[in-house]
């Protein structure tokens, strides 16, 4: 017994073939979207975090020459007081999507862990520089149409991981000046 006479078959595959090739472009988009999406949360959230421990210390963490945030430990070391009564800390680079943003004095967690770029595995990764004054943090959005892009960053060419960054926030520094510009212009400023 059969169901479908022959044409109706191959009207068949044609109409699920042409559904297909309509649907996936559009699930692909939704995909690239839904990260970017992901992207705009973790810079929000990372801008609130970095935003309380300044308050609380006066300054933000310093970032490492590869563009991670120094609040970390290695496993066993602890804050210590020298003999003047100054904590001295010997931070490392904390790790995207492994390690927590807190004081590393009093405990008090910040971020339970630091945000990860959704293609994290496939080496983008967001970055972050910072002089302890002021901070700047990238990202690369996939969408080149995004209302963050900003072409005055993707003209820095700093690399958040294996993709040029295009988006960017900032605290005490423009977003397209470096952290260094920032300082040598408020030091002059204040000669």
Avoid at 86 to 102: E, F, M, N, P, T
Avoid at 127 to 154: F, H, T, W
Avoid at 168 to 188: L, M, P
Wanted: hydrophobic share 35%; charged share 25%; glycine share 8%.
């Amino acid at each position: 017994m059969n169901f479908f006479l022959k044409k109706e078959k191959v009207s068949l595959i044609i109409i699920f073939s042409i559904l297909i090739i309509v649907s996936v472009p559009n699930f692909i988009l939704s995909l690239l979207r839904a990260r970017d999406q992901v992207r705009r949360d973790d810079m929000g959230v990372l801008e609130d975090s970095l935003s309380q421990y300044y308050e609380e210390f006066g300054s933000f963490p310093l970032s490492s020459t590869d563009g991670q945030i120094m609040d970390c430990l290695k496993p066993g070391d602890a804050p210590y007081q020298n003999d003047k009564g100054i904590w001295i800390i010997d931070a490392i680079a904390c790790v995207w999507g492994k390690d927590a943003l807190k004081n590393l004095i009093t405990g008090r967690t910040y971020m339970t862990t630091l945000p990860r770029d959704p293609h994290g595995d496939k080496g983008v990764s967001y970055l972050y520089l910072s002089d302890g004054e002021r901070y700047q943090l990238y990202g690369a959005m996939e969408g080149e149409k995004e209302d963050e892009v900003n072409p005055k960053i993707i003209s820095k060419n700093l690399h958040c991981g294996n993709k040029i960054c295009n988006i960017g926030r900032f605290y005490n520094c423009d977003i397209v000046k470096t952290i260094d510009e920032c300082a040598r212009e408020e030091a002059a400023m204040m000669q």
